[in-house]
T-cell receptor
Framework: AQSVSQHNHHVILSEAASLELGCNYS??????LFWYVQYPGQHLQLLLK??????LVKGIKGFEAEFIKSKFSFNLRKPSVQWSDTAEYFC???????????FGAGTQVVVTP | GAVVSQHPSWVICKSGTSVKIECRSL??????MFWYRQFPKQSLMLMAT?????????EQGVEKDKFLINHASLTLSTLTVTSAHPEDSSFYIC????????????FGSGTQLSVL
């Protein structure tokens, strides 16, 4: 069975600081990788995804993530965060069958002005 | 963009009663919907896959008689928690996929269930 591990449950940082959220998964086969974000009071929404090709993927709002197959990792990054990036971020993996996403526990990110 | 509406957002019920949660895809058809459960500070756990016109597929360890799923139309799936107990208190989220294989999931806003 696949599993997803997010390294930090809670991150606090100041505006303009750089953000990196770790995500590791355990699954031996081909995987599709996702980062979802949930802003306060809103639904979960897709931030970015990796299916194949360039392991560095760009998402919305200046986020990017890098797939490192040898490390089973898919870390999320943003060079300079804004207060509006305050949200909960979920890493997800799909490798078994269509739609069966395995989610990490989530990382609550708080950006202070 | 695509929207998934989930109702109610919050419900309190007495132990032993049943609660129905609705999940609607508002501007697209969803032959499949997914029901997740989330405990505080834990992952979203897939409970079952709801299939329009056929039986739902439950994940291992999920009681199908307790969590009844009905997907009667291409835009509506319901989850009924039967004979609810305090341990069923949780946050339930539905989602519907849009696009091709593994393309994207759209999520409902979730339902916080509290069983007294």
């Amino acid at each position: 069975a696949q599993s997803v591990s997010q390294h930090n449950h809670h991150v606090i940082l100041s505006e303009a600081a750089s953000l990196e959220l770790g995500c590791n998964y355990s699954y031996g086969g081909t995987v599709n990788l996702f980062w979802y974000v949930q802003y306060p009071g809103q639904h979960l929404q897709l931030l970015l995804k990796y299916f194949s090709g360039d392991p560095l993927v760009k998402g919305i709002k200046g986020f990017e993530a890098e797939f490192i197959k040898s490390k089973f990792s898919f870390n999320l990054r943003k060079p300079s965060v804004q207060w509006s990036d305050t949200a909960e971020y979920f890493c997800a993996v799909n490798g078994d069958s269509w739609g069966k996403f395995q989610f990490g526990a989530g990382t609550q990110v708080v950006v202070t002005p | 963009g695509a929207v998934v509406s989930q109702h109610p957002s919050w419900v309190i019920c007495k132990s032993g009663t049943s609660v129905k949660i609705e999940c609607r895809s508002l501007d697209f058809q969803a032959t499949t919907m997914f029901w997740y459960r989330q405990f505080p500070k834990q992952s979203l756990m897939l409970m079952a896959t709801s299939n329009e016109g056929s039986k739902a597929t439950y994940e291992q360890g999920v009681e199908k008689d307790k969590f009844l799923i009905n997907h009667a139309s291409l835009t509506l799936s319901t989850l009924t928690v039967t004979s609810a107990h305090p341990e069923d208190s949780s946050f339930y989220i539905c989602s519907a996929p849009l696009g091709g294989f593994n393309e994207k999931l759209f999520f409902g806003s979730g339902t916080q269930l509290s069983v007294l």
